[in-house]
């Protein structure tokens, strides 16, 4: 019986090695896909190449630079305005000021918004906006509505859940294991989390921060909807611009050849460079957060 339960173990942990090493290879070899239909995009040379900034398919410009800094602006404006947001809502659910009955239930259901908010698709936030936000943006800024500001306002909406979890998971257990000691002291919640908790967790502060950057800048969806899709750098909150996402939506819906389709390979090729940067500094910020990192 032994034998036969450490061989059905040796079994298992054969095909879960298979399967990763065939995710892998899969992984790869579509890396390699887009790597070799980008190269070529990128190394062309003349004024039609993908690294310039003009896009003018009639005038044979073919630049996706100034969708690079648009992709860049909507997702550094959308953390900056998300970032302070993540952190007052982590602050009201760790410290609260008081304790009582409403202030538990308030913080439950806040923490369930958040979870719910996690799995709301990108779709309905733009939706939602279009009808909402777009036509406020529109009296106070004047233009069509349809712009940075608003993209960079719901873009922030929908990576504030998951930056507000993030760091909840990674400061609450230290929190809590601090706490009977500050308060004895006489330290309240709020300073114990300022002043004792975030020195010790700046991994996982950045490691959240970098996550929401990369989900502001992959998104597709909010940015199609919500940008004005003009593709030109970014000049102000009122301007419309177009991210690398949203090109590649528009460009794979009316192009099947050509210097337009292959810019198609040359965005991916720099979202996925960019993306896996960010993954691999939130992978080692977060791997150097764990509760032996202060005293390491």
């Known amino acids: 019986m032994l034998r036969d339960a450490r061989q059905e173990k040796d079994g298992f942990r054969v095909c879960v090695q298979a399967s990763a090493a065939l995710a892998l290879l899969g992984i790869a070899l579509l890396c390699l896909m ?4 980008a190269v070529p995009a990128l190394l062309q040379k003349g004024d039609g190449h993908a690294l310039s900034i003009v896009w003018n398919p009639a005038a044979g410009r073919f630049g996706i630079l100034g969708m690079l800094a648009g992709s860049a602006a909507l997702a550094v404006c959308a953390l900056c305005l998300g970032g302070p947001l993540s952190f007052a809502l982590l602050c009201w659910q760790l410290c609260p000021d008081n304790h009582g009955p409403l202030s538990r239930y308030s913080r439950r259901l806040m923490g369930g918004l958040l979870h719910f908010m996690t799995a ?14 777009t036509p406020f943006l529109r009296g106070a800024l004047g233009g069509s509505g349809f712009c940075l500001a608003g993209a960079a306002l719901m873009l922030a909406l929908l990576i504030v859940p998951t930056m507000t979890l993030v760091l909840r998971a990674g400061l609450e257990a230290r929190l809590a294991a601090l706490l009977p000691h500050g308060l004895a002291l006489g330290m309240s919640r ?3 989390l300022w002043h004792c908790v975030l020195p010790q967790c700046r991994s996982a502060v950045m490691a959240a921060l970098l996550l929401g950057f990369a989900r502001a ?8 909807m919500l940008s004005g899709n003009t593709p030109q750098l970014p000049q102000g909150p009122a301007s419309g611009v177009r991210a690398l996402t949203a090109h590649m939506a528009m460009t794979a819906a009316n192009e099947t050849g050509g210097a337009a389709y292959d810019s198609l390979f040359a965005a991916g090729f720099l979202l996925l460079c960019a993306n896996a940067v960010i993954g691999l500094m939130a992978r080692r910020l977060a791997a150097g957060s764990h509760p032996g990192e202060a005293r390491s």
């Open 120 to 133: 709301v698709p990108t779709v309905v936030y733009g939706f939602a906006a279009v009808f909402l936000l």
């Open 190 to 192: 709020l300073q114990l």
């Open 34 to 37: 887009i790597a070799g239909m």
């Open 217 to 224: 800048l992959g998104d597709t969806l909010l940015p199609l």
